[in-house]
């Protein structure tokens, strides 16, 4: 964990995201199984670092969870260790995989830090209730349908904490860069916007391939460190959105 932190602020203005990557978001009943890689990195760079082992993993379908922990696998992504696993959904619907961390100790910014991520698959055309909460502690939730979009269109969430709405937090917007695309400043790497007093917020999405939109959120929630001193937690909850190339822009 020590690792971790350090690696975490090695770039105070570059932003590292807890990542769940699906091999597809909508599933077809010709080819139902799913791959999913859980990991974590700075995405836009394709820097990462070790991903410890997630306090929860699931799977979210209308009112239906399932954990999916103990079908994790060890794997390796961008040279630091991840873990992926399998998933062949059997009903058509929204499914949800979510993953939660530990508390993590974050040395510079003085202060615990939870991690919550989430992104969304269709199943076999399933295209309700897409916009609901799973249920977790911190999430996004879409205004935007979470697949089937287009680079070029405009993204819409709403944070909350414990059912609350998060107003005036500070939202890191980043692509995950598999074409390897050059940013045009250091500042284009990791983008930022604010929720409003709803807390929502928006962002255009230019480029197509997988963005996550990760929310810093302060809880009330105290941790003890290891001198048995009350620490603040930060909790940040990412959801990951894909949109297709772009036929009509030239994408």
Not at 46 to 58: C, G, M, N, Q, S
Not at 234 to 241: A, D, G, K, M, S
Request: aromatic share 14%.
């Amino acid at each position: 964990i020590c690792l971790f932190a350090t690696l975490l602020h090695s770039q105070p203005s570059y932003a590292y995201f807890s990542m769940i990557i699906p091999s597809t978001n909508q599933v077809a009943e010709e080819n139902p199984m799913v791959d999913i890689t859980l990991s974590f990195s700075r995405p836009f760079e394709k820097i990462a670092a070790d991903l410890e082992w997630p306090k929860t993993v699931l799977v979210v379908n209308g009112d239906q969870k399932q954990d999916l922990k103990g079908t994790l696998l060890e794997t390796n992504f961008l040279d630091h260790q991840a873990w992926k696993l399998q998933y062949q959904p059997k009903l058509p619907g929204i499914y949800w995989f979510t993953m939660d961390s530990s508390p993590l100790w974050q040395q510079a910014e003085d202060q615990f830090i939870i991690y919550f991520t989430k992104t969304a698959i269709s199943v076999f055309g399933g295209d309700e209730n897409w916009g609901n909460p799973i249920g977790v502690q911190a999430e996004i939730l879409p205004l935007l349908r979470p697949y089937g979009n287009y680079a070029g269109n405009t993204f819409s969430g709403t944070v909350l904490l414990d059912g609350t709405p998060a107003s005036g937090v500070e939202v890191d917007v980043a692509h995950y860069n598999e074409q390897n695309w050059a940013p045009a400043s250091a500042a284009h790497i990791t983008q930022v916007v604010k929720t409003d007093t709803n807390g929502t917020f928006i962002f255009t999405c230019p480029l197509p391939g997988w963005w996550g939109f990760m929310a810093h959120v302060p809880s009330d929630m105290k941790i003890k460190d290891q001198d048995d001193n009350e620490k603040p937690v930060e909790v940040r909850t990412t959801i990951w959105v894909y949109f297709d190339p772009n036929p009509f822009i030239g994408q």
